[in-house]
């Protein structure tokens, strides 16, 4: 039996900021940006954490946090296995949904796009610049497969650094990339007193974007 419990009298009266349309930088990418510079000022961790929500085979939604690593001609980057949960997916059905909450500044950005897959000689220039113990791990995890335990993991992952030093080569996994999301679509939200929250859409028309103001 599930163990109830009551969060109904728990309440955070959100004061520290306004996001108004009628001062907004008409580009979402530069508001993004100027947002993020913001927070990462903050000593929050892991400033470029997203959720990453994609829809299966069953039209089941699934959403799993990754780093980002890039903004490049427009597009947000992040780096998978494209044999993962999330690669089979995006090869299945791009559109894609990024999703960022600061709540050190109460403000959450989402962010709808349609993703394609990195290629692989692109891909190599990140994945060669990684931390060679990260490079160890993409290359003996075969991601969101069943593996019989944890033991199974570190028995690869030991014996590649016992026999290799730092410096050694390690080949890119063949289905290991880069994933480039070009957003058509952003919101931004603002936390604002009694829950009458800010919110702004920036919709894709034509070459520009459209901005409007949700009911939060």
Avoid: C
């Avoid at 955070?12 to 580009?27: F, I, M, P, R």
């Avoid at 000689?121 to 944890?150: G, M």
């Amino acid at each position: 039996m599930a163990t109830e419990k009551d969060f109904r009298d728990l309440r955070t009266d959100y004061s520290w900021g306004t996001l108004d349309e009628a001062n907004v930088k008409q580009n979402p990418f530069e508001l993004f940006t100027d947002w993020y510079e913001e927070y990462s000022k903050t000593d929050a961790i892991d400033s470029t954490a997203v959720t990453v929500s994609t829809v299966d085979e069953e039209g089941q939604p699934d959403s799993r946090i990754v780093l980002l690593k890039e903004i490049r001609e427009g597009k947000y980057i992040f780096y998978t296995n494209h044999s993962s949960k999330k690669g089979r997916d995006l090869a299945r059905n791009p559109k894609v949904h990024l999703m960022f909450f600061w709540p050190k500044m109460e403000r959450q950005i989402r962010i709808k796009g349609v993703a394609t897959f990195m290629e692989e000689s692109e891909s190599r220039i990140y994945f060669n610049k990684r931390p060679f113990e990260s490079r160890v791990a993409a290359a003996v995890s075969p991601q969101s497969s069943i593996v019989p335990n944890r033991e199974y993991l570190e028995e690869k992952f030991f014996s590649i650094l016992k026999a290799k030093d730092d410096n050694a080569e390690i080949e890119m996994p063949k289905d290991w990339g880069g994933v480039k999301v070009r957003p058509t679509e952003f919101e931004f939200w603002q936390g604002r007193i009694s829950r009458l929250h800010d919110r702004i859409r920036f919709k894709q028309n034509g070459g520009n974007w459209k901005i409007e103001r949700l009911a939060p």
